[in-house]
């Protein structure tokens, strides 16, 4: 279960970084905070499959922030 809360995280970081990414080109700026979130999001994803290779798949992803989201919440 742990690793599916670092799934969670992971992509939660990532896509807010994408939006960050691309304000930061607009405005003709470095995106250093930006590609760090992006960088750290996909070492945190990386480490999460890593630990349990067996257990995702691209199809199960929305199930597994579903069921982060339920723990939460429950």
Avoid: K, Q, W
């Amino acid at each position: 279960m742990a690793t599916d809360y670092l799934i969670t995280a992971g992509l939660v970081v990532g896509l807010f970084s994408i939006p960050a990414m691309l304000a930061a080109y607009a405005d003709s700026r470095l995106p250093h905070r930006a590609m760090a979130a992006f960088i750290l999001s996909a070492a945190v994803i990386t480490v999460a499959i890593t630990l349990d290779p067996t257990r995702y798949s691209v199809a199960d992803l929305p199930n597994v922030v579903i069921r982060v989201i339920a723990d939460i919440i429950r």
